[in-house]
């Protein structure tokens, strides 16, 4: 294998991606070879690309793109690494998480990528440093184990898979160093990224679906504007099942949601009427109703106090129940020992909602969970551009629980230019301001402000 054709292969395609070298003062990164006779020995030879500001020889910071190739035909390592010398200005690059979301999809089961990119303490896991195809070079990887946070091997690097797995890694590198600076630079870079991060299209309201007719009792979960109880209600029509339908609040109740007694205002005497809550209903429509499915739709199930408003009725929420001999009275001569066959429950619940407590662990016990997330959608109302940067800025800068808080595919459909601009100017622009003010997403600050004010013309620090 050629090390010269994949070093060739690799300047081609940075500059594809915008790094294109204008003269020695104005360079995007700083070319490193060490690929001599003796080095290939296993005496640390490598190639690739480091900081612009880093010297060409010696040891070196920050973050590289580094190959370490054989010049037999033996598999490479391809490497995001980091210089010897630490950190010096890429120590805040390091700890975004949409660092490692990126570099993490580049890999398969043959490579390995850290938890932590700030790390340069931890030694390669044993699946690298022991493996057996990466003998010829272990001594080599063995000098830069601390300092390799990304890594995959290479079978043949010339082979059109070999390629693309390269070329992805530099367009990774590039979105790293922000190389792009046209509509041109920034296609080129997805294309070599698409093969990797693009995910299967799925049919939501089909697993969901599966789910349900596995478990019975299910909460939808994710942030505000994904479609939750829409989702719920289609999935009713779907096993067309009779549904009954109630949103929860703070001041729900165990007589709102079961059974309670009220008083008669129309009477002139003081008197009380008995109040089926809707679980009630729905629950004595199923029984009478024997070859009906039924769904019970609970919106917003956790900004109820759960403990108060389920009462005993906790218990027949119990998954593939084998024992059902104790009864459990729902109202006056009404008890049950087991919910019935023909009786689902769909609730939703808003993970972007930060004044609510996390819910009960005997609740997540008894109900399985399905994840709804922020996605495309095809409708010709639906402002791509705006979702897909939200989206970008999201997926960079957001911690793994702040990404419940992006908005969903909901608030990007709109009728016109206006419309959407009036949604970002009254809907969009608060919410995140909101979330900053609580100190979240703080990192991502200044990019959410300058989409604000080049499609809104307004600041989130006036």
Not at 419 to 443: A, D, S, T, V
Request: glycine residues 6%; neutral net charge.
């Amino acid at each position: 294998m050629s090390i010269d054709n994949i070093k060739q292969f690799i300047k081609e395609r940075a500059e594809q991606f915008g790094a294109k070298i204008d003269n020695e003062f104005n360079k995007p990164y700083v070319e490193r070879n060490n690929t001599g006779q003796e080095a290939l020995k296993d005496n640390g030879a490598y190639f690739g690309f480091i900081h612009p500001e880093e010297e060409t020889s010696g040891p070196f910071h920050d973050f590289s793109l580094t190959i370490f190739p054989s010049d037999q035909d033996k598999p490479w390592l391809v490497c995001l690494g980091i210089g010897s010398s630490g950190f010096k200005n890429d120590y805040e690059l390091a700890t975004y998480p949409g660092l490692r979301r990126l570099f993490s999809k580049l890999i398969n089961d043959r490579g390995f990528c850290k938890s932590d990119f700030s790390d340069i303490e931890t030694s390669l896991p044993k699946t690298i440093t022991g493996n057996q195809d990466l003998q010829h070079i272990k001594n080599t990887i063995k000098i830069y184990t601390k300092v390799l946070p990304v890594c995959q091997i290479v079978n043949d690097p010339e082979s059109e898979d070999g390629k693309k797995l390269i070329a992805a890694f530099v367009a990774g590198y590039a979105k790293l160093r922000d190389w792009p600076s046209n509509k041109e630079h920034r296609k080129a870079i997805s294309d070599a990224l698409e093969p990797f991060t693009k995910t299967n299209e799925v049919n939501e309201v089909e697993e969901i679906t599966n789910l349900l007719n596995e478990r019975k009792f299910i909460v939808l979960q994710g942030p505000p504007g994904t479609g939750k109880t829409r989702s719920a209600k289609e999935v009713a029509e779907k096993i067309k099942a009779k549904t009954f339908f109630t949103q929860f609040h703070a001041e729900t109740s165990f007589s709102d949601f079961i059974y309670g007694i009220r008083p008669d205002i129309n009477n002139k005497e003081l008197s009380y009427s008995e109040s089926l809550g809707s679980f009630t209903e729905a629950l004595k429509y199923a029984i009478n109703k024997g070859g009906e499915k039924v769904i019970l739709i609970i919106d917003e199930i956790n900004r109820a106090n759960l403990s108060n408003v389920l009462g005993p009725i906790f218990y027949l929420f119990e998954h593939k129940m084998d024992k059902s001999n104790v009864e459990i009275e729902i109202s006056p001569g009404f008890k049950i020992n087991k919910l019935p066959e023909n009786f689902y429950v769909i609730a939703t619940m808003n993970t972007a909602d930060r004044s609510l407590a996390v819910v009960d662990f005997a609740l997540r016990r008894r109900f399985a969970w399905y994840s709804l997330k922020p996605k495309e959608i095809k409708n010709t109302k639906f402002f791509k551009g705006d979702f897909l940067k939200i989206q970008e800025i999201f997926d960079w800068y957001a911690s793994s629980n702040e990404l419940s808080l992006q908005p969903g595919q909901g608030y990007f459909i709109a009728d016109s230019q206006e419309e959407m601009k009036n949604r970002i100017k009254y809907e969009i622009f608060p919410l995140i301001k909101e979330y900053l003010q609580e100190g979240l997403l703080k990192n991502a600050k200044e990019e959410f402000n300058k989409y604000f004010n080049d499609r809104i013309k307004l600041s989130l620090f006036e």
